[in-house]
Every structure is written in structure tokens, then in C-alpha cells.
Nanobody, 117 residues
Framework: VQLVESGGGLVQPGGSLRLSCAAS????????MSWYRQAPGKERELVAT????????NYADSVKGRFTISRDNAKNTGYLQMNSLKPEDTAVYYC???????????WGKGTLVTVSA
């Protein structure tokens, strides 16, 4: 079982990045997917969640209107489009796949996003 994030990097304030999360070793389409982030010295926080079919999404107030979560079950991949990035968005971003019915929960190792001039 693997979740592998990619797409992080250094971007200027106001810029955009798209993170990807490639899943393997399990039936991705049966899992809700979320993105979390952890800034230096802070606790990990939930950024966005999408249900298994992609028809329902939720966002943290701090990213509403700027970030968009999506998924392509045919490609076993999830995405986080991040626009209008701010320095306070700097963090390691983690992908999570969760199926509460069977009690399974998987994490990726994270990708670093740095927003700085």
C-alpha cells in the first residue's frame, strides 16, 4: 500500500501549485481522500476532504475559495489545486485515504510547499 505525494516546491505569494497523490496497493475508489498539512511547530491540520465518488467536498475555512480538491479514480490519483498562495500556507502537505466502514487509514510521506518571496 502506498500514497505518494508530488508537486510541492517553492512558490511566490499569489502563485499556484497543484499537488498530486498517487495511490497503489488498495482500491482507491472505495476510500475518501483528504489533504492535511503541518507547518513548522504546529499540529497537523485538515485542509480538504473529498468523498469516494468525488461528489462531496469540504474545506478548512483558511483555504476556502483558494484550494480545490479533486480525484480521478480511473488513475488512482487525487489532487489539490492551490491558488492565491500565502506565506501561511507553507507546510508539509500529506495525502490521506480513509475507509471508516472497514477501519482502514493510509498516509503518504508528504510534500513540502514553501510560499515565499
Amino acid at each position: 500500500v502506498q500514497l505518494v505525494e508530488s508537486g510541492g516546491g517553492l512558490v511566490q505569494p499569489g502563485g499556484s501549485l497543484r499537488l498530486s497523490c498517487a495511490a497503489s496497493g488498495f482500491t482507491f475508489s472505495r476510500y475518501a481522500m483528504s489533504w492535511y498539512r503541518q507547518a513548522p511547530g504546529k499540529e497537523r491540520e485538515l485542509v480538504a476532504t473529498i468523498n469516494w465518488a468525488g461528489g462531496s467536498t469540504n474545506y478548512a475555512d483558511s483555504v476556502k475559495g483558494r484550494f480545490t480538491i479533486s480525484r480521478d479514480n480511473a488513475k488512482n490519483t487525487g489532487y489539490l489545486q492551490m491558488n492565491s498562495l500565502k506565506p501561511e500556507d507553507t507546510a508539509v502537505y500529506y495525502c490521506n485515504a480513509n475507509n471508516t466502514y472497514i477501519g482502514m487509514n493510509y498516509w503518504g510521506k508528504g510534500t513540502l510547499v514553501t510560499v515565499s518571496a
